[in-house]
């Protein structure tokens, strides 16, 4: 699903993260998939990349979930795009999720800080 | 807008399995093909190839969970249903217009290639649509006339005279018969300038029988060919407007044609030409029984006929033959028993076409195997770029893409290149028609219109998809006939040898055995015009102006009169300043007329009873026409002053004629008498053969011997002095003022006496080859193109088999192998390759050539010299097409080579 470069991450951990990835991207503007995925690797400076065979997928799981919402928009001179964005439930998800997943990095750092100590 | 429509067709390929309903498929297709776009252009902006960034692109659909899209039920949007109802024919169309879309870029992406290939076709379809609109004009469509298909023509001689033909009218059950003769020529006089005008005399029922009317007034009723109310004539559509200026004022009003008052009772249709284009005007039969030497001794008809209903033409055969048997009876005359005993009844249309058909369907053949040959090479090209492609198909199919999609795609590009090429060669066709139609002799012109019509755009239409099929069919199956997996992991390098190279081999040597058919063909052709442009005809044609002056006939109802008016033309003539020698003859060689006599020879007599008198070829000349036409006297004299009206009457017969008749003998002194004169004429001189009828001198059958006679003694088959006579004059200047003089002092003569066929001799020589001409260049230019089809073809497959030994032939250059042993296993490759379509192809021509030997003169079918300089010219072909890849290899830098993969 995830496509990372880094190995050994859990496949469950993956997808969790992948799912919070997507969902903090679309929280204060609505994206296209090209775009989500491009920032995804941008900003992870290439160490996450979604190709298009998993990262739609995950997109219409969170749609049907109801978590996002996608929206087809036509601008002039362009491609028609669906652009995503969130809902009330997917924002009380993204909430939850980021809480969960800063506390678990924390406990991580926490550890591994430790060891280097 | 930037363009995703080429991803499209692979998204839906590996959505297919998934079995998504429509309107969710649209949009997932519409969203990642969305996103594919961007990723193209972003690694293009990066600096990828094309060919990189489609692959990096493609790579984002690997992954197995592209299949969890089907498990995601998502409401379908508003436009997805508009889209799918405004594309009503669903996936399909969609689809094909994205494959035509993907195969318009590829060729985009290669003009070079599509180029190539797109010509070749062009080529051989534009060839074939321009054949095929004269074929189709002249052999598939029907004669211009309601229920034409039941007109037949009398043949197997199945000519009557008036009076057979009254017979046959009032006694054939089967048949509605009309006869016809063309080729009247007249004089229209009183309307201006006198003009001397081609028609036809034709039985009274005629037009009933062809069921065509007038265009204004009408045609002749029953009754009026009869003796006493014949002086009728009707007019064509371009007589009407060229002389009587479309006015229908003209119908019931005289006029004057070889001085006889006829009244103009109709005009004809446009379009209308019996018995061919030449016909200017109409004249009915004059019959007249109480004269038993016009209505059943002279002017033989065809015969015409429309079946009556219920009739078949197997009756119609059957009857002809026993009524052609009891007509016998009724001549005045002894007539022999077996004339017109193999009269026969073929349909008309087939009768028109005659030997056209044979000529026409060789050159459709020809430029069918054109066709075959551009096929061929289009594959040829196709595969060579399939080889290339092979690792893209490879990757798309282990990327999940369904082999049918594949093989679509690949079929779509090749129908869009005939496509392209069918366009293409309707252009080529339009231009060629016209240039075809100069091969047609002026009676195929009669009922046929050359246009590209509904038929050729149909046949053009057909010929694309097969054509299509065919080149495209071979690449397609190939591509999946191999180890793909293998392909991928070799990079589908080093591939020469296996069954695509081989292949690609035997088409090569398939191409050049087809060229060097049709090469052959063209060669026998060639040869024989150039050994028929070698042949001395018996005369010197060269600075010769002929002119033919027609006064009427009833001019020469007195024999003075006549003489007297040449005799002073000829004295007028020669005076005129650029004229040199001048003579006149009735008829001048190879001027398709001939006037023939029957004949009895001294020492031959003839017996009534078995067969008709022979017929001799009768010329009647002045006496200075051996001196002009340089034709010897061999034996004997020619004509001279004192051979008059009253002297005792003489002839020179040719060399040919007196070897015949008196072989070993002299034969001056001899005798032959015209069976209807009672006195002999006296053979005075032998003149040199001259090619009267061809330059092959393949005389019409019937033609038993060829005399001269003096003018002023001649006498012609209608038993008088022929009054129409060609001019011959021998110019030493400009010919143009000496035609126009010739014309002033025709008229100053006689007003009423027109001047026309105004040729040089040199003309008349090249017009008399103008078939076997037109069929040899035509031939030689099918051939032509072939040849050079193949040879690109040939370049073709020995450059990339080349391109794919580098590696080999690196290795042989780094064991030591020296460059010219490279250069002589490359240019052998090519030698081999057309060695052995030589082969094939010489042993197809033995037996396909033989067609052709109708159109051959002093040549045969198994003429050496042209199947030695055909092969010659192929071997030249097979060097050229393997020396530049054969140089490229020998130059190869043998470490570059190892390295690459």
Not at chain 2, 127 to 135: K, R
Request: hydrophobic share 45%; aromatic share 8%; with cysteine.
């Amino acid at each position: 699903m995830t496509h990372t470069r880094p190995p050994g991450f859990d496949r469950e951990l993956k997808k969790g993260s992948a799912e919070l990835l997507i969902l903090s991207l679309v929280e204060f503007r609505a994206r296209h998939g090209y775009d989500i995925g491009k920032l995804i690797e941008e900003r992870s400076d290439g160490a996450l990349s979604f190709r298009v065979a998993s990262l739609y997928p995950l997109l219409y799981r969170l749609e049907k979930r109801g978590w996002i919402k996608g929206k087809w928009v036509e601008k002039a001179g362009q491609r028609r795009r669906r652009y995503y964005h969130l809902t009330e439930k997917g924002r009380e998800e993204l909430t939850e999720r980021r809480s969960g997943w800063e506390s678990f990095v924390a406990a991580i750092r926490r550890i591994t800080e430790a060891e280097h100590a | 807008m930037r363009d995703d429509s080429r991803w499209r067709s692979e998204i839906r390929m590996r959505l297919e399995k998934l079995r998504l309903p429509p309107e969710e498929e649209l949009e997932i297709v519409e969203e990642l093909a969305g996103h594919l776009e961007d990723e193209y252009q972003k690694a293009v902006e990066s600096g990828a190839s094309h060919g990189q960034a489609t692959q990096q692109a493609l790579e984002e659909l690997t992954d197995a969970r592209l299949e969890e899209l089907g498990d995601v039920k998502r409401p379908a949007s508003g436009w997805v249903s508009k889209e799918l109802k405004a594309g009503a024919g669903g996936n399909v169309v969609t689809d094909l217009w994205q494959d035509v879309r993907y195969a318009l870029r590829t060729m985009r992406r290669n003009p070079g290639f599509s180029a190539l290939a797109a010509l070749s076709l062009a080529l051989g379809i534009g060839g074939n649509a321009a054949m095929f609109s004269i074929v189709s004009a002249v052999l598939l469509q029907p004669l211009p006339y309601p229920g034409s298909e039941r007109l037949v023509r009398a043949a197997d001689t199945g000519s009557y005279p008036p009076g057979g033909v009254v017979a046959l009218q009032e006694q054939s059950r089967t048949m509605e018969v009309a006869g016809y003769r063309a080729g009247t020529d007249l004089n229209l006089t009183g309307q201006g300038e006198a003009w001397r005008l081609t028609g036809s005399t034709v039985s009274a029922n005629l037009f009933e029988v062809l069921q065509v009317g007038a265009q204004s007034g009408r045609t002749f009723r029953s009754g009026e060919d009869q003796q006493g109310k014949d002086a009728l004539v009707m007019l064509s559509d371009s007589l009407w407007r060229e002389k009587f200026g479309g006015d229908v004022g003209v119908i019931g009003k005289v006029i004057n044609l070889g001085g006889v008052d006829r009244e103009v009772v109709g005009v004809m249709p446009r379009r209308f030409a019996f018995p061919d284009t030449e016909t200017r005007f109409w004249i009915p039969l004059h019959l007249d029984p109480r004269n038993p030497a016009s209505y059943w001794a002279e002017a033989f008809l065809p015969v015409m006929a429309r079946l009556r209903p219920g009739a078949t033409l197997e009756q119609a055969q059957k009857e002809i033959q026993s009524l052609s048997r009891e007509m016998i009876a009724l001549y005045p005359y002894p007539m022999g028993r077996d004339f017109n005993a193999k009269a026969t009844v073929i349909p008309l249309q087939e009768f028109l076409v005659g030997n056209l058909r044979l000529q026409l369907l060789v050159l459709q053949c020809a430029i069918g195997l054109v066709l075959l040959i551009a096929c061929a090479n289009v594959a040829n090209l196709l595969l060579a770029r399939a080889s290339s492609r092979q690792k893209e198909m490879a990757l798309r199919v282990a990327l999940g893409a369904a082999r049918g999609r594949i093989v679509r795609q690949l079929l779509t590009e090749s129908m869009v290149l005939a496509g392209a090429g069918g366009v293409v060669g309707l252009i080529l066709a339009w231009w060629c028609v016209p240039v075809l139609q100069l091969i047609l002799p002026a009676q195929a012109a009669s009922w046929s219109e050359f246009t590209i019509g509904w038929q050729v755009l149909l046949f053009t239409g057909g010929m694309c998809v097969v054509t299509g099929l065919s080149f495209g069919l071979a690449p397609a199956w190939m591509s999946f006939s191999r180890d793909l997996t293998g392909l991928i992991k070799t990079g589908g390098q080093r591939t020469s040898g296996t069954a695509g190279g081989r292949f690609r081999s035997a088409l090569i040597v398939a191409e050049v055995a087809v060229a060097v058919v049709l090469s052959v063909g063209a060669g026998l052709l060639l040869r024989s015009l150039w050994l028929l442009t070698q042949v001395d005809p018996g005369f010197r044609p060269e600075h010769i102006l002929t002119l033919r002056v027609t006064p009427n006939q009833t001019l020469c109802g007195e024999r003075a009169r006549c003489s007297a008016l040449y005799e002073e033309l000829l004295r007028r003539v020669k005076a005129l300043p650029g004229s040199g020698e001048v003579a006149a003859a009735s008829t001048i060689p190879l001027s398709e007329k001939i006037p023939t006599v029957p004949v009895e020879v001294e020492g031959f007599p003839h017996v009534p009873s078995e067969r008709v008198a022979p017929l001799f070829w009768a010329g009647a000349v002045t006496q200075e026409y051996f001196d002009l036409m340089r034709v010897p006297i061999v034996m004997g004299r020619g004509f001279a002053g004192g051979d008059s009206e009253a002297a005792e009457p003489v002839i020179v017969v040719s060399a040919a004629t007196a070897a015949k008749y008196w072989p070993g003998q002299n034969p001056i002194g001899k005798h032959v008498r015209v069976v209807f004169e009672q006195k002999w004429r006296t053979v005075v001189g032998v003149a040199g053969d001259v090619r009267q009828f061809n330059l092959a001198n393949r005389a019409p059958n019937q033609i038993a011997g060829e005399m001269y006679m003096p003018y002023r003694q001649a006498v012609d088959g209608e038993r008088q002095q022929p009054a129409a006579m060609t001019l011959i004059v021998r110019t030493v200047g400009d010919s143009g003022g000496v035609t126009a003089g010739i014309r002033g002092l025709v008229r100053d003569l006689n007003p009423n006496v027109p001047v026309s066929e105004v040729r040089m001799m040199a003309a008349v020589v090249s017009a008399s080859t103008r078939t076997s001409r037109s069929m040899a260049w035509l031939l030689g230019g099918f051939a032509g193109v072939a040849l050079l089809l193949a040879a690109v073809g040939a370049y073709g497959v020995v450059s990339w088999s080349t391109a794919q030994r580098t590696f080999e032939i690196g290795m042989r250059m780094a064991l030591g192998a020296p460059r010219s042993s490279v250069f002589r296993l490359v240019l052998g490759q090519s030698l081999r390759l057309v060695a052995m379509g030589l082969a094939l192809g010489v042993a197809a021509s033995l037996v396909l050539t033989r067609v052709l030997g109708a159109y051959l003169y002093a040549t045969g079918t198994w003429d050496v010299a042209t199947f030695v300089s055909v092969s010659s010219v192929l071997v030249g072909v097979a060097l050229l097409a393997g020396y530049f890849p054969a140089r490229r290899a020998a130059s190869v830098d043998p470490l570059r080579a190892l390295r690459v993969e």
